[in-house]
């Protein structure tokens, strides 16, 4: 069980971009963190709106080579959400199960590293503001909003989140 807290005064207003910073692991998967993030009474799990495809997704991205990955987890909920997080508990590893896009450099499947995590709070402006929305749904809501995106249904599966 991961604990700790990412409330960091000194949040920056940019997201990172690029990859050149990181991780893949041996088999060459892209190394990804994220976050189920849930209202404090677990009734509600906060999802954005995909940004390269229709729809909503969990909170996610890059783990990059100078962080932790629960840093990694936590910047991404703060960029792509603007939200404050508490993580709650280690979801596990989940690989990517939908085939690599035909017109993409990156042969690679991606490797999910998801976590738990309590919303402490919402902030007003975020670096990803401008292309993202983001919306509190229940469980039945959010199974049927990522019914297409496997990998991120099953991070909401394993979470404690009230059925």
């Known amino acids: 069980m991961a604990s700790g807290s990412s409330s960091s005064n000194s949040r920056s207003m940019e997201s990172r971009t690029g990859r050149d910073n990181q991780r893949y692991n041996s088999k060459n998967e892209r190394l990804v963190a994220g976050v189920v993030p849930l209202t404090a009474d677990k009734k509600y799990v906060l999802l954005i709106q995909s ?25 991404e909920a703060w960029e792509e959400a603007g939200i404050s ?6 979801l596990g590893e989940i690989t990517e199960s939908r085939p690599p896009k035909k017109h993409s450099k990156e042969s690679s499947k991606s490797l999910y590293h998801f976590y738990e995590a309590t919303v402490v709070k919402e902030e007003v402006d975020w670096p990803e503001k401008h292309k993202r929305e983001r919306q509190w749904f229940t469980y039945s809501q959010a199974k049927e909003a990522l019914s297409a995106r496997p ?13």
């Open 85 to 90: 997080i508490q993580i709650d508990y280690d």
């Open 51 to 75: 940004t390269r495809r229709k729809g909503w997704v969990l909170p996610k991205g890059g783990w990059e080579i100078d962080e932790e990955i629960t840093e990694a987890a936590s910047r």
């Open 151 to 163: 990998e991120l249904l099953e991070a909401l599966t394993r979470s404690t989140i009230k059925r």
